[in-house]
């Protein structure tokens, strides 16, 4: 039995120190629980993608790539996903950019280089950075 519910906000262990469950675990995972589809938004990366929505086509489960932006300023985390060829262009060229500025391993974002992201890219706040900008 499918259930009506699609988990937008997973993370997978390429969300280093912060998911455990390698991409195709979480779609095996949500298979057997009956959701509808999931969406993997692993930190500042798209690594973990393609393995993601192979084993969501194995499975038969809709799936969104995307990825949860985290800046280095106080702007709250993001949720990007990627809605168009467009899209998945301007994610990636904003991970890059990030990328290039920090240290290898890192992701150095800012405010400024999301407002610069072409259209096709549809963003939401993250729920916990919304809680804890609420909070503090």
């Known amino acids: 039995m499918t259930v009506p519910w699609f988990e937008s906000v997973l993370s997978s262990n390429f969300s ?6 390698h991409p195709e675990e979480l779609v095996v995972t949500a298979s057997r629980l009956g959701l509808s589809g999931i969406a993997l ?35 709250p985390d993001c949720l990007a996903y ?9 994610l990636c060229r904003l991970l890059t950019t990030g990328n290039r500025r920090a240290r290898k391993g890192e992701c150095l974002l800012r405010l400024d280089d999301i ?10 706040l993250a729920p916990s950075s919304v809680l804890s900008h609420a909070t503090s």
């Open 82 to 90: 990627p809605r168009t060829l467009a899209g998945w262009n301007s």
């Open 16 to 21: 280093f120190l912060r998911g455990a469950s």
């Open 41 to 75: 938004c692993d930190r500042n990366t798209v690594a973990g993608v393609v393995r993601a929505h192979m084993a969501a086509k194995e499975a038969g489960l809709r799936y969104q790539p995307g990825c949860r932006l985290v800046f280095e300023d106080s702007t």
């Open 115 to 124: 407002l610069g992201a072409g259209p096709g890219l549809s963003l939401t």
